[in-house]
């Protein structure tokens, strides 16, 4: 089971903050963050891989985006 | 299609590209060591506008106006622009009045604290350790669970309220232009000396700021979140923009004959530390609690970002109040309620930041 992170509506540097905390604390290997600015996309995908997880897939579904991050 | 702007080096060159830009206003005719200040830029408007009446201090200026309809061409031509709203608003307008308040204290945003060291000015120094301390006040805040909470999407003329207003100013321009030696034509006051006098061609002033507000939009540049993202997770990625910006600055000064190094008599600021580091410090805890600097909160509201463009409207009306006030500093010092100032905006900003921890569920 995937945890999902909720960072729809959230401004900088809230979805950062929510998908480390979550990297950092959950159990889960698998993390699902959604966002729905281009720039959170940008700022979440480049926090996780700096906490070294693997971007499985990015997935857009009208104007969110859905990122799947698998922790090391 | 991958932002090829977003990363470290595309971020580099758009800061070499301000760096290099900004310099070139004040050779063009901007005010020394603020070829481009977003803070100083706002305050003439609102002194166009008759929001004070410092006569000094009232122009027009066209590089924020570039700066919200460039970074709106470019969130259209890229599909990134998202009219959003509702995230503590008024929280946000009063946090933009006190952002001016502190900036006009030390005389510059951080985009003119870094180009005012790139001049030469030592004072930019304290300037920069005050937005350095408020910003990392700011992350305490942001460690603790201070934020604003979610914004909504709305319609997408609500995302073109920012970009309306400032095609409005553009217009009023053109219609009202300066009148050598008048301080008015009929609605729009005008610097006849002082700061507000010295200004670049409208239509050079225009395409820069267009020019930076497309490519910001796409870099993200932000100097405040350079500051948060290096205190809060040890990520450099914005600071590398807002590094090359002061290098390129400084070497730009360096050609243009613009690089006078000292402390006392430098253009549009005053030596005294204390308040040079207190008035930014309270800037840097205000940009920090609104999640950008003033110059990333224009080109949010350019992609329809309305949060933003009240917190611009904030800092527009702020400028009204440090003036009418006599909060704001001056080549003298600071000014008869400056103290006042900023010992009431960062009460209301650790009052903001104590407060505001919402539970995300």
């Known amino acids: 089971m995937a945890t999902t992170v909720d960072a729809r509506g959230l401004s900088c540097p809230q979805p950062v903050i929510l998908t480390i905390n979550e990297i950092k604390k959950g159990k889960d290997k698998d993390i699902i963050v959604l966002v729905d ?35 090391a | 299609m991958k932002n090829i702007f977003a990363t470290r080096w595309g971020l580099i060159t758009v800061g070499a590209i301000i760096g290099i830009l900004a310099p070139l206003l004040q050779k063009l005719g901007n005010p020394a060591n603020m070829g481009i200040c977003v803070a100083c830029f706002e305050r003439d408007i609102a002194g166009a506008l008759g929001l004070h009446r410092a006569a000094v201090v009232q122009y027009m200026r066209p590089e924020i106006i570039g700066f919200v309809l460039g970074s709106m061409a470019a969130a259209y031509i890229f599909k990134e ?3 959003r709203l509702g995230s503590a608003t008024v929280v946000r307008f009063v946090l933009g009045v006190f952002a001016m308040i502190g900036a006009l204290v030390f005389l510059g945003c951080p985009w003119r604290a870094v180009l ?6 030592g004072n930019a120094i304290l300037g920069i350790l005050g937005l350095t301390f408020g910003i990392w006040i700011g992350t305490l805040f942001l460690k603790k669970g201070y934020n604003l909470g979610r914004t909504q999407a709305t319609h997408a003329a609500a995302g073109w309220m920012l970009p309306i207003i400032m095609l409005g100013f553009l217009i009023l321009m053109v219609v009202f232009p300066q009148i050598q030696g008048q301080d008015k034509n009929d609605v729009l ?10 200004h670049a061609p409208l239509l050079v002033a225009l395409i820069i700021g267009l020019a930076i507000g497309f490519l910001a939009q796409r870099s993200r540049f932000c100097t405040m979140g350079a500051i948060r993202d290096t205190v809060l997770f040890g990520q450099t990625h914005l600071l ?5 910006l002061v290098v390129f600055a400084f070497l730009t000064n360096l050609v243009l004959g613009q690089f006078n190094p000292g402390f006392a008599g430098q253009p549009v600021a005053h030596t005294m530390h204390v308040w040079n580091f207190a008035g930014m410090a309270l800037a840097g ?3 920090a609690l609104a999640g950008g600097c003033p110059g990333r909160q224009l080109f949010l ?22 003036h009418n006030f006599g909060m704001a500093s001056g080549p003298n010092g600071i000014g008869p309620h400056g103290i006042a ?3 009431t905006g960062t009460l209301v900003c650790l009052f903001i930041g104590f407060t505001m921890r919402k539970k995300l569920a």
């Open chain 1, 37 to 71: 600015t281009d720039t959170s996309k940008e700022n979440v995908t480049r926090a996780a891989e700096n906490q070294g997880c693997k971007i499985k897939e990015i997935s857009s579904e009208g104007s969110e985006y859905r990122i799947s991050i698998t922790k």
């Open chain 2, 81 to 83: 622009f998202r009219p």
């Open chain 2, 116 to 121: 005012r060291l790139a001049g030469g000015d």
């Open chain 2, 189 to 198: 006051f005008y610097s006849t000396s002082g700061p507000g006098s010295m």
């Open chain 2, 240 to 244: 590398s923009g807002f590094i090359s």
């Open chain 2, 285 to 287: 805890l205000a940009f």
């Open chain 2, 301 to 322: 509201a350019g992609e329809g970002d309305g949060d933003a463009a009240v917190f611009v409207m904030g800092m527009i009306v702020g400028a009204g109040i440090a």
């Open chain 2, 341 to 343: 100032a900023v010992v």
